[in-house]
T-cell receptor, first 116, second 112 residues
Framework: NAGVTQTPKFQVLKTGQSMTLQCAQD?????MSWYRQDPGMGLRLIHY???????DQGEVPNGYNVSRSTTEDFPLRLLSAAPSQTSVYFC???????????????FGPGTRLTVL | AQSVTQPDIHITVSEGASLELRCNYS??????LFWYVQSPGQGLQLLLK??????LVQGIKGFEAEFKRSQSSFNLRKPSVHWSDAAEYFC??????????FGSGTRLQVQP
């Protein structure tokens, strides 16, 4: 298993450009989520999905869109990049389980995004 | 709303000394708690987790954490720190969204 993969590893954008951060997992996990990490703020939840076709907003969703057409993929779209979106982005997945005992999140390696 | 507080932004310890990183949480139901470690430029690695049962949880790399409901705390400990433990440590609580709420992190520096 490759686990959770993210592409690209690094990206530089100009203000106003759009792009998609890719996230894929091969563990057949139901739950997937996107976080951004900023210095001194830990990781904050952007969007999450509890299964194919179901997405919802997290703590900081503005400026980002997601979709979940398959179990494996959960892309994050920046519609019009802004300097405030300069951050490191992490994708995570976790399996469905009876109760919450199995809810360990598996993180991808991250994408470092700079918006000029 | 759920929240996690890590009161220490930066801690420096000598190699071989003991370590305790503090974590306090606010969550209405029984919390499911995690500690992650992140080395510079790397992703997050799970150190340990608490779901229920024994309040003292053992993790990887010689770390342990103790859940104290009365104090809303889940402090991370290690009896003897190694230089390779220098990293940033994050405490997190699982929310009803099947996602995590993180603390702001504690950066650990290890002096030789």
């Amino acid at each position: 298993n490759a686990g959770v993969t993210q592409t690209p590893k690094f990206q530089v954008l100009k203000t106003g450009q759009s792009m998609t951060l890719q996230c894929a997992q091969d563990m057949n996990h139901e739950y997937m989520s996107w976080y951004r990490q900023d210095p001194g703020m830990g990781l904050r939840l952007i969007h999450y999905s509890v299964g194919a076709g179901i997405t919802d907003q997290g703590e900081v969703p503005n400026g980002y869109n997601v979709s979940r057409s398959t179990t494996e993929d959960f892309p994050l779209r920046l519609l019009s990049a802004a300097p405030s979106q300069t951050s490191v982005y992490f994708c995570a997945s976790s399996p469905r389980s009876s109760g919450r005992a199995g809810d360990t999140q598996y993180f991808g390696p991250g994408t470092r995004l700079t918006v000029l | 709303a759920q929240s996690v507080t890590q009161p220490d932004i930066h801690i420096t310890v000598s190699e071989g000394a003991s370590l305790e990183l503090r974590c306090n949480y606010s969550y209405g139901a029984t919390p499911y708690l995690f500690w992650y470690v992140q080395s510079p430029g790397q992703g997050l690695q799970l150190l340990l987790k608490y779901f229920s049962g024994d309040t003292l949880v053992q993790g990887i790399k010689g770390f342990e954490a103790e859940f104290k409901r009365s104090q809303s705390s889940f402090n991370l400990r290690k009896p003897s720190v190694h230089w390779s433990d220098a990293a940033e440590y994050f405490c997190a609580v699982l929310t009803g969204r099947r996602a995590l709420t993180f603390g702001s992190g504690t950066r650990l520096q290890v002096q030789p």
